[in-house]
């Protein structure tokens, strides 16, 4: 009689748990449904991939083997890389002395005369040299532009040239001030435009009026135009041609009011050179991740390759990677640039959710929270509002492209690891972003 109430007792207790599971699968189902069939994303190509950490398993999955163009989520596989190989600090500067020469081996590090780092240990060690420097660019073996960039962007600040020894973040800052003057008849206006830091370059007015401060230059060229606005005052921010070096130390002659040569001599890795540390590592990782900044996500990929391989050559950098520490991809991914600019780049959902799962198994999770945006943070700005401090992930934009992987802490404190890459989608980003938001908070209330 017992074993009977006891076998009865197991299949009660089997049905209601295959009775849980099943709404919960249908819970899941229709959430699932609701994203796809969402206005926002109607005719456009969705992937979904929602991993739970603890059971070790897919919760939702929707075309998540398929690839997708995943845009800046592509800063996730460049900082991992920049987390596991540039140490805590990065190396701003090698450098050895011989007789009365430096010579002066360029890293990659982003950071030299960048306005937003006030301490230049890198600056500093140059101001004080007495000595003759000398600097080869015979580790660059990239390009200033990406593979597959968008070649009409290069005015853009979100396209700035990359290069061995950037200088100044390889940006002009150009300001249109409006002065007014008092006068006799009146008032009286003049326009002055200045540019930081100051240059020596070719720049000249055009009788082209409108509306609005620019400023333009051919593609090849450091020679500028600008255009006069109305506004009383306005910035722009535009990227110089780098030349190689040539630029860089232009604008550090006018600076450290010496000189330092370009001279093409053989750089080793067996070279017996100094280092100079620059700036803490995640100082670049958390602008990286919070503003999607093209530049330091670009810089951080060539200062790994000319860590790992002793020149600059991400292509390179890419193949080996891919090889060894990110061999384990569910898909092997096409991967092409640091910063997700190119269209060329394909991913897939599953692809970030196990790189994820990498990264906070190798670097932790506390260290991932201080450097991803949460809600209402960052590139997540007015997004996830009651998500702050349980969600932290990374964002992705491109025309026509919308995507997001990270993590996410549920109600019952679960850790979940997700992406959603949409692609070819007809509506604006805003909805896409929103429908994608509601999805991910009634997925943290399951």
């Avoid at 330092?260 to 050179?273: G, T």
């Avoid at 620059?278 to 990782?285: A, E, H, I, M, Y």
């Avoid at 260290?367 to 209402?376: E, F, H, Q, V």
């Avoid at 401090?389 to 979940?416: P, Q």
Wanted: hydrophobic share 35%; charged share 25%; aromatic share 12%.
């Amino acid at each position: 009689m017992f074993s009977v109430k006891k076998s009865i007792g197991c299949l009660f207790v089997s049905v209601v748990m295959f009775s849980c599971t099943t709404q919960k699968q249908v819970r899941m189902s229709t959430l699932q449904k609701r994203l796809i069939a969402d206005s926002a994303l109607t005719n456009a190509h969705v992937g979904v991939a929602v991993y739970d950490v603890e059971a070790k398993k897919f919760l939702y999955q929707h075309n998540s083997n398929k690839y997708f163009v995943p845009a800046s989520n592509i800063k996730l596989p460049t900082l991992y890389a920049g987390m596991k190989y540039l140490g805590d600090s990065l190396v701003g500067l090698k450098y050895k002395e011989q007789n009365d020469t430096i010579f002066l081996q360029p890293t990659g590090d982003p950071t030299l005369l960048h306005p937003e780092y006030k301490r230049q240990p890198v600056y500093d060690f140059l101001k004080k040299q007495e000595k003759t420097m000398v600097i080869s660019n015979r580790n660059w073996r990239s390009e200033a532009l990406g593979y597959g960039w968008a070649w009409d962007d290069y005015l853009g600040y979100y396209m700035t040239e990359r290069s061995a020894f950037p200088v100044y973040a390889n940006l002009i800052k150009w300001i249109q001030q409006r002065n007014i003057e008092q006068k006799g008849s009146g008032p009286d206006t003049s326009i002055s435009v200045f540019t930081d830091p100051e240059i020596n370059w070719n720049a000249s007015f055009s009788t082209k009026k409108t509306n609005s401060f620019e400023v333009s230059r051919p593609r090849t060229e450091n020679v500028y135009t600008i255009i006069e606005g109305k506004e009383m005052k306005k910035e722009l921010e535009v990227p110089f041609v780098t030349n190689g070096i040539q630029s860089a130390l232009e604008l550090l002659k006018d600076t450290l009011h010496k000189e330092i040569k370009e001279h093409n001599f053989q750089i080793a890795k067996s070279d017996n050179y100094k280092v100079i540390h620059s700036q803490p590592v995640d100082s670049l990782f958390r602008p990286l991740m919070h503003r999607s900044d093209n530049f330091f996500a670009e810089q951080t990929l060539l200062m790994v390759s000319n860590q790992l391989l002793g020149y600059m050559d991400e292509q390179k950098l890419i193949d080996s990677l891919l090889k060894t520490d990110l061999s384990g991809f569910p898909q092997k991914p096409k991967w092409v640039d640091g910063s997700g600019l190119s269209r060329y780049n394909l991913f897939t959902p599953e692809d970030f959710v196990w790189l994820l799962g990498k990264m906070k198994d190798e670097f932790g999770m506390d260290r991932l929270k201080t450097i991803l945006p949460t809600g209402n943070t960052g590139t997540l700005r007015n997004y996830y509002k009651d998500e702050t401090g349980v969600i932290f992930a990374k964002t992705g934009s491109l025309t026509s492209h919308i995507a997001l992987s990270g993590f996410l802490i549920t109600s019952k404190n679960k850790l979940l690891i997700f992406s959603v890459l949409v692609n070819n989608h007809a509506a604006s980003p805003a909805a896409v972003r929103r429908a994608v938001e509601k999805f991910l908070q009634q997925i943290r209330k399951e």
